[in-house]
């Protein structure tokens, strides 16, 4: 039980954060005064005869800004809704492993003291959970590493002053509502930070600095005589990058589009549904991968490790080597990638990060992994995809990056349109819902375009489209080469129990899918 | 547990800390005890202990607001600081009201002793009965048994103060075939954990799990349903959003009037609807105050078939000239559920599947998503237990299928309710809501999942 002392904490922990996980931007190793507290874990687990512990240290910032203008009725007067809000927490998880079991608690009070009775906590669980376990925990091999890891950035984006973020989204909402027929117009900017110090009793000691970095433009236009609403987003790819990266974002010239689109959006007629080729932009598309490529193929939801919530999978063991997409289709799992969200040094296991083949032109070849769960699929080592959402939560299967590899450079997005008789292109994200074994899937968009006689028309409203995974994948016919191809992140994945979010992205060229039932939504 | 007294001191001392005129503090702890298991055996457990202060402080109209975890002295002074920087730079917020000043909070009877102090010894015997009852029919068990204590503080400049705690603890299955040919779920949440009936969800995930097994494909189309208290939870939780009294003004909900107005006093459906919240309602913890730090009160939504309110906000309130809405979630930020009751009706479940002619049974549903956030059209899944009732009976299993349908028109095709009972569907979702009968249900796609 939290003690009122510890609750309001006896040394300045916040001055504490700052000193444990300041070094210099070169520094290699970890910050000694990290590797003393973790070792009041290690100590203790092998004390209680834990026959592995490992501790992370996290401290998570997240800074975010945002601005909704609307358009006061009656008066005409311009109505300013900022949001500006700094949140930060630290503290720290233990897990161990005790006759054959994991045990996991946490704490926010950083201390030796506390570190090595919230181990002792870890221990007790560990024990009682034993009682029940089929087979003891086994973790695939991993090399010891003592390393200070950080995400490529040239300006790290929580030291630039406030005042510039709001400057910029000022800019951008302003320019959102320059048509007087835009109801609302809205921004944000999202920069996240975490440090995380982990060390095992393997003897890795690896410090990280890890930076993201979210923005957005929405535009909402109603129609009142005909009672609808409908919206416009530009989403600029998040990324894992330093403040350098935001003038790429491009918000301003992007509020000035989607200023317009939102009105077209408002007009566009309704799809006619029934069978039509559709024309996947990677914004669009990146979703349907994370659905229908990426989830179903982490091992622990194969394994019904998740079958209580987030589902098990369509794709099982068995089907490694067998043909589940077409031969245009090449996946790779990937925590290394530059700017990805789910790059990073080493995971939450300690493993090192790598990439993986998933899908080799259409055909299975491998799972997303863990230390604990590797061998029951007869590999050697772990694809180094452990991960938890904070020092207070257990880390477990989560996916990497996943991408689709590009086509050939002669297959261009104009080439691809031009063999399309009656499709649709679909941009951005919409509403998206997929079944338990990623089976039966319905996606919708942000704005659709009509495709008819190989060329593309008007924007049109209401598209949402249905498919069975394997036939969908079986139905991609072309994607356009590397000049297109772009990632784009997705900040809220959710899974396990209690849920966790991730963060990843996931790229791809423009893609071709051939006879998809499209249907009329609300 | 943070007590009353200590909570008040912690904000008294970062109030105390600001020069600006308005401060307003929320002050959480919360303890998390959890197992979770699978494939018959547990996989992971917790414990886990977190706390947080939300810091907003306002001067000229600017707000800044920083939130911490760090409660010394020097971090709470650090961080007053940090706000009252960010407000010197935040653009003036057109829509800022006024502090909230003392306000009198109702109890609630929100908090079980027992189940907020709840451990391993408590909670393994639970997961124990279930893999065991799984293992005898030699079956997969998997599942999430946890309890949460949690302890929430209000305070501000103008003297406002509150202090509420609340426990609450839910246990689920999903009990598989080894061969993964077929699923049955049960789950209940509960405010104490002594009153969680392992036995009864093992049992009624095996029956599931049994009667599902080797389901037939049928002709997507629009089916009569009858949808267990859970996936009317699942559902009619998500019209939660469509009160708002903001949003229906500037004419995006459903019960925005075409041309202007609202649809408030029409009677949209049948007279045996009725939707409300109560935050005294013992079944469930609540809120003693709104968003807007006001006193929660019970009140009604949909009345015998008529709108009979909508959710205003401090600020739109002000700007209309009605009382804020007393309810303890905002509905117009995207909130609902809490303290959502959907009244029922005295029928079985047996007598709901008995007064169907030809029709599907749904356990519950899954992964719903909107379609259009103005006529509330969602879609999902059915999941664990779809069954073909003929003549009053259930007669064969069927495979899953999408829905999309919202859940106004699933309310105006209700024909008849069973009884009402407090539900947490696998997304989250938390009311009190009676299983029910209702027509023309669109399933429009067949999904494969087990």
Same mark, same amino acid.
């Given at each position: 039980m939290l003690t009122r002392r510890q609750f309001i904490g006896t040394s300045a922990s916040a001055a504490l954060a700052e000193r444990l996980f300041s070094a210099p931007k070169d520094s290699k190793t970890p910050n000694p005064e990290l590797e003393k507290l973790a070792d009041a874990a290690l100590r203790r687990a092998k004390k209680q005869q834990a026959t592995y512990c490992d501790i992370r240290i996290v401290r998570l910032r997240d800074q975010r800004v945002n601005l909704r203008m609307t358009t006061e009725r009656g008066t005409g007067r311009l109505l300013s809704v900022p949001g500006v809000a700094e949140d930060s927490s630290f503290g720290f998880g233990v897990?161990?492993?005790?006759?054959?079991?994991?045990?996991?608690?946490?704490?926010?009070?950083?201390?030796?003291?506390?570190?090595?009775?919230?181990?002792?906590?870890? !221990?007790?669980?560990?024990?009682?959970?034993?009682?029940?376990?089929?087979?003891?925990?086994?973790?695939?091999?991993?090399?010891?590493?003592?390393?200070?890891?950080?995400?490529?950035?040239?300006?790290?984006?929580?030291?630039?002053?406030?005042?510039?973020?709001?400057?910029?989204?000022?800019?951008?909402?302003?320019? !959102?509502?320059?048509?007087?027929?835009?109801?609302?117009?809205?921004?944000? &900017?999202?920069?996240?930070?975490?440090?995380?110090?982990?060390?095992?009793?393997?003897?890795?000691?690896?410090?990280?600095?890890? &930076?993201?970095?979210?923005?957005n433009v929405d535009a909402t236009a109603v129609d009142r005589?005909?009672?609808?609403?409908?919206?416009?987003?530009? !989403?600029?790819?998040?990324?894992?990058?330093?403040?350098?990266?935001?003038?790429?974002?491009?918000?301003?010239?992007?509020?000035?589009?989607?200023?317009?689109? !939102?009105?077209?959006?408002?007009?566009?007629?309704?799809?006619?549904?029934?069978?039509?080729?559709?024309?996947?932009?990677?914004?669009?598309?990146?979703?349907?991968?994370?659905?229908?490529?990426?989830?179903?193929?982490?091992?622990?939801?194969?394994?019904?490790?998740?079958?209580?919530?987030? @589902?098990?999978?369509?794709?099982?063991?068995?089907?490694?080597?067998?043909?589940?997409?077409?031969?245009?289709?090449?996946?790779?799992?990937?925590?290394?990638?530059?700017?990805?969200?789910?790059?990073?040094?080493?995971?939450?296991?300690?493993?090192?990060?790598?990439?993986?083949?998933?899908?080799?032109?259409?055909?299975?070849?491998?799972?997303?992994?863990?230390?604990?769960?590797?061998? &029951?699929?007869?590999?050697?080592?772990?694809?180094?995809?452990?991960?938890?959402?904070?020092?207070?939560?257990?880390?477990?299967?989560?996916?990497?990056?996943?991408?689709?590899?590009?086509?050939?450079?002669?297959?261009?997005?104009?080439?691809?349109?031009?063999?399309?008789?009656?499709?649709? &292109?679909?941009?951005?994200?919409?509403?998206?819902?997929?079944?338990?074994?990623?089976?039966?899937?319905?996606?919708?968009?942000?704005?659709?375009?009509?495709?008819? @006689? @190989?060329?593309?028309?008007?924007?049109?409203?209401?598209?949402?489209?249905?498919?069975?995974?394997?036939?969908?994948?079986?139905?991609?016919?072309?994607?356009?080469?590397?000049?297109?191809?772009?990632?784009?992140?997705?900040? @809220?994945?959710?899974?396990?129990?209690?849920?966790?979010?991730?963060?990843?992205?996931?790229?791809?060229?423009?893609?071709?899918?051939?006879?998809?039932?499209?249907?009329?939504?609300? | 547990m943070i007590t009353r007294e200590e909570a008040q001191k912690i904000c008294q001392q970062a109030l105390a800390l600001t020069t600006f005129p308005e401060c307003h503090l929320t002050l959480t702890a919360s303890e998390q005890a959890y197992t979770r298991f699978a494939n018959n055996g547990i996989t992971t457990a917790s414990f886990n202990l977190r706390h947080n202060l939300s810091i907003v402080v306002t001067r000229h109209g600017r707000t800044g607001s920083v939130s911490i975890n760090d409660l010394d002295p020097a971090s709470l002074k650090g961080a007053v600081k940090q706000a009252e920087e960010l407000a010197a730079i935040a653009p003036p917020n057109s829509e800022r009201l006024p502090a909230v000043g003392p306000q009198e909070f109702p109890a609630t009877f929100d908090l079980d002793e027992r189940t907020a102090a709840a451990r391993a010894p408590e909670m393994i015997p639970h997961v124990k009965t279930i893999i065991d009852a799984a293992l005898q029919e030699k079956m997969v068990a998997a599942g999430l048994i946890e309890r949460s204590h949690r302890v929430t503080a209000i305070a501000n400049k103008a003297g406002l103060f509150g202090f509420h705690r609340s426990s609450d603890s839910q246990l689920t299955t999903t009990i598989r075939q080894r061969d993964g040919s077929s699923s049955g779920w049960a789950g209940q949440p509960s405010m104490k954990l002594a009153a969680l009936d392992s036995a009864l969800l093992a049992r009624t995930a095996i029956e599931k799990c049994k009667r599902w097994k080797n389901p037939q494909k049928l002709t997507p189309g629009n089916y009569t349903v009858v949808l267990e208290a859970t996936a009317t939870g699942d559902l009619v939780r998500l019209i939660a959003s469509g009160f708002s009294a903001r949003n229906t003004e500037e004419g995006r909900t459903f019960l925005s009037k075409r041309g202007g107005g609202t649809l408030v006093g029409e009677q949209m459906f049948p007279e045996f609807i009725t939707l409300r919240m109560d935050p005294f309602d013992p079944r469930q913890p609540s809120s003693p105050w709104t968003p807007d730090y006001l006193p929660s009160r019970p009140i009604t939504w949909i009345e015998k078939g008529k709108v009979a309110n909508l959710a205003y906000d401090r600020y739109w309130a002000s700007k209309t000239g009605q009382p804020p809405t007393p309810a303890a979630f905002s509905f117009g930020r995207g909130g609902g559920g809490g303290s959502l009751i959907m009244e029922g009706g005295d029928a079985s479940l047996q007598q709901l599947i008995g007064s169907v002619e030809r029709g599907l049974l749904v356990t519950h549903l899954w992964y719903i998503r909107p379609v259009n956030p103005q006529t509330l059209q969602q879609t999902g899944l059915t999941r664990d237990g779809l069954f073909l009732i003929e003549n009053g009976e259930i007669t064969t299993p069927v495979t899953n299928m999408r829905f999309l349908e919202s859940p106004v028109r699933l309310l105006k095709n209700t024909l008849r309710l069973g009884q009402a009972t407090r539900v947490r569907g696998l997304e989250g979702g938390i009311m009190i809501a009676p299983a029910l009968v209702a027509k023309d249900f669109p399933l429009p796609s067949i999904s494969d999942a087990v």
């Open positions: 897990r161990v492993i005790v006759n054959g079991a994991w045990g996991f608690a946490a704490s926010p009070v950083v201390t030796a003291e506390e570190i090595a009775r919230i181990t002792n906590e870890a !221990v007790i669980i560990a024990k009682a959970n034993a009682s029940i376990q089929p087979r003891p925990v086994k973790l695939a091999p991993v090399k010891a590493y003592r390393d200070r890891w950080v995400t490529p950035h040239e300006k790290d984006p929580l030291t630039v002053s406030m005042a510039e973020k709001i400057d910029l989204l000022t800019r951008v909402t302003t320019e !959102v509502k320059k048509n007087a027929k835009v109801f609302s117009g809205s921004a944000s &900017l999202n920069l996240r930070s975490e440090d995380k110090y982990f060390a095992s009793s393997e003897g890795s000691s690896i410090q990280q600095y890890l &930076l993201q970095i979210y923005g005589e005909k009672n609808i609403s409908r919206s416009r987003s530009y !989403v600029p790819t998040q990324a894992a990058a330093g403040w350098e990266y935001v003038p790429e974002m491009n918000l301003e010239e992007n509020a000035q589009r989607i200023r317009e689109e !939102v009105l077209e959006h408002l007009a566009a007629p309704p799809v006619k549904p029934g069978k039509k080729d559709l024309l996947l932009m990677p914004n669009h598309l990146m979703l349907t991968i994370h659905e229908s490529v990426a989830h179903p193929t982490e091992l622990d939801r194969a394994l019904g490790y998740e079958a209580n919530y987030a @589902g098990t999978s369509y794709i099982t063991p068995d089907k490694i080597g067998r043909r589940i997409a077409s031969e245009h289709c090449t996946f790779i799992g990937d925590r290394t990638s530059p700017r990805a969200l789910g790059t990073v040094g080493y995971d939450d296991d300690g493993v090192k990060a790598t990439s993986f083949t998933i899908i080799d032109k259409g055909i299975f070849k491998s799972f997303q992994t863990t230390r604990d769960q590797a061998h &029951l699929i007869g590999e050697k080592e772990s694809h180094g995809c452990s991960q938890a959402d904070s020092w207070a939560t257990v880390p477990f299967q989560r996916m990497p990056n996943v991408w689709m590899k590009a086509g050939p450079p002669d297959t261009t997005l104009e080439k691809m349109i031009s063999e399309i008789d009656d499709g649709v &292109l679909i941009d951005g994200r919409g509403s998206y819902s997929i079944d338990q074994q990623r089976y039966n899937f319905q996606f919708g968009g942000d704005a659709f375009w009509e495709i008819k @006689g @190989g060329k593309k028309r008007s924007m049109i409203s209401r598209v949402s489209y249905q498919a069975r995974t394997p036939d969908f994948w079986q139905a991609c016919d072309a994607t356009a080469g590397p000049s297109y191809w772009r990632q784009y992140g997705t900040t @809220g994945d959710a899974k396990g129990e209690p849920t966790q979010i991730n963060s990843i992205s996931h790229g791809c060229s423009p893609t071709r899918f051939r006879s998809i039932d499209v249907i009329l939504t609300d | -």
